[in-house]
């Protein structure tokens, strides 16, 4: 039996409802903290988890170390959702699914007494892995990555902002600059391969554009680049189902018998999970109520959110100052963030009357 937590698969046979979710992000309760203070959200939907019979997958980066800078500000800032999720660890109901954020999985295994693994395989059916194995920005720079993403936080509580994809939906100034940056990084990169050529050279610049088309990719929906290798992976592969968190994209794409699923995330506006039982796997949003099937996966589907490269989309969004379309159509108004604390209130404890899972 390998006792490794980052190289163990677990194996759940069962006929009861698994439920997934992931990328909880839960930091220090502050304005920096992206899970937004959703507590008694969270709390009603493992209230219903815990009232069943069967097992919820935290399918990673549930606690966000580094914009908290360790667990005991997580701890005083959402005692109460980790009171409940090790209730259900203790009772073996909580599998743990380590993610690219959780650099400490002795806080999940030691402290909140989660099963802890690298992935977990449902009825020799469904595979669920975080989805990092298949993101092309850190694949192979885990320990590198882990030093972005503090630097990255760091700047975010400095600026008092964000700084995320996308952009139509983090409409900042530092946001847009970023984005003014990287085209201006671009252009040197294609100078560099222009004059290179003239050398003899092939190449020069070419990772730089490569990157910059990735991030374009992910801007415009395929978010951390993991769908057409984790699809792919659904389609060939020896399970009928590949599930996956990191790109906080939710829904099921379905294809010759085979599936593709992603449990969105809980960041922002979203309290998104997936429910696996003999009938499928479906994922819903538990405050609205919403089903998401493939709708947000139709470019990735056709190859049309492929066909515009980082240049390309320069041209057709960015209208000089520091404005891009994308961001201009909602007139400079963020989404998400302010959204949520203007229309939506918290359920009443153990109750959500939109849960869609009350209406099955």
């Known amino acids: 039996m390998n006792h490794d937590p980052l190289r163990r698969c677990e194996r759940l046979q069962t006929d009861a409802v698994v439920w997934v979710i992931s990328d909880l992000h839960l930091g220090d309760g502050t304005g920096n903290d992206a899970f937004f203070g959703k507590d008694a959200h969270l709390l ?3 209230d219903h988890v815990e009232r069943g019979d069967g097992t919820l997958i935290v399918n990673g980066d549930a606690l966000d170390f580094h914009q908290a800078f360790g667990f005991a500000r997580i701890l005083k800032a959402h005692g109460d959702i980790l009171t ?8 073996g109901r909580l599998l743990y699914v380590v993610g690219n954020h959780d650099h400490d999985v002795t806080v999940f295994a030691d402290i909140l007494a989660f099963r802890v693994c690298q992935e977990v395989v449902i009825n020799d059916r469904v595979l669920v892995r975080h989805g990092h194995e298949y993101d092309p920005y850190i694949l192979g720079q885990i320990e590198e990555g882990q030093w972005h993403t503090l630097v990255h936080h760091l700047v975010e509580r400095w600026l008092g902002t964000w700084i995320r994809i996308p952009l139509s939906e983090f409409y900042t100034w530092p946001n847009r600059l970023l984005f003014w940056f990287g085209h201006k990084i671009g ?39 993991i769908f057409r290798p984790a699809f792919q992976d659904a389609l060939q592969g020896p399970w009928q189902a590949v599930v996956c968190g990191h790109s906080h994209v939710p829904g099921v794409v379905h294809r010759d018998g085979r599936c593709y699923a992603n449990s969105g995330s809980w960041t922002f506006a979203a309290t998104q999970y997936l429910r696996i039982d003999g009938e499928g796997i ?9 089903e998401y099937r493939d709708e947000l996966y139709q470019t990735m589907l056709d190859g049309s959110l492929y066909e515009r490269d980082f240049a390309q989309w320069w041209r057709e969004s960015y209208m000089g100052f520091l404005r891009y379309r994308e961001g201009e159509v909602r007139h400079g108004r963020p989404n998400a963030w302010e959204a949520w604390q203007r229309d939506a209130a918290p359920p009443e404890p153990g109750a959500n ?7 099955r």
């Open 84 to 91: 409940s999720l090790s209730r259900l660890g203790r009772a």
């Open 44 to 46: 009603a939907f493992l």
């Open 187 to 225: 252009a040197a990169a294609e100078l560099a391969g222009r004059f290179g050529r003239w050398l003899g050279e092939e190449g020069w610049g070419e990772e730089v554009r490569s990157r910059l088309d990735l991030w374009c990719w992910s801007n415009l929906g395929d978010s951390m680049g």
């Open 353 to 359: 009357p939109q849960n869609p899972e009350r209406r």
């Open 282 to 290: 479906r994922a819903f949003d538990f405050a609205s109520g919403r």
